[in-house]
């Protein structure tokens, strides 16, 4: 059983960094994508970033390109956001996912309900 378990979230003023990190207990597979959403109170789940392991492209929100930076440890199972420049509409709980299928498109990374295993979530809060 593959068991995202996400760590790193916290409070933070606007302008500073996070680093969330996930690890993906249980997974054998080589190949698929790793991915980071968010979801907001009242808000729908949306997409953050994704990146796929066989060669380890990435693909990011409009909202964060530039500030949030994906990157992964195959070895490890792991992979992490780095998220610079914080602002308070990034506040929200961030989800990581995983699945056996790489994303090549960001319709194909943003879409939620194509992944398969998922983490609890951790809670980032940015302050004004």
């Known amino acids: 059983q593959v068991q995202p378990v996400e760590s790193g979230g916290g409070l933070v003023q606007a302008g500073g960094s996070l680093r969330l990190s996930c690890t993906a207990s249980?997974?054998?597979?080589?190949?698929?994508?790793m991915a980071w959403f968010r979801q907001a109170p009242g808000k729908k789940r949306e997409g953050v970033s994704c990146?796929?392991?066989?060669?380890?492209?990435?693909l990011y929100a409009d909202s964060v390109k530039g500030r949030f930076t994906i990157s992964g440890d195959n070895a490890k199972k792991t992979v992490y956001l780095q998220m610079n420049s914080l602002k308070p509409e990034d506040t929200a709980m961030y989800y990581c996912?995983?699945?056996?299928?790489?994303?090549?498109?960001?319709?194909?990374?943003?879409?939620?309900?194509?992944?398969?295993?998922w983490g609890q979530g951790t809670q980032v809060t940015v302050g004004s």
């Open positions: 996912a995983a699945d056996i299928a790489a994303r090549i498109t960001w319709r194909e990374c943003s879409r939620s309900q194509d992944f398969g295993y």
């Open positions: 249980g997974l054998t597979f080589r190949d698929g994508a």
């Open positions: 990146i796929n392991w066989n060669d380890g492209s990435t």
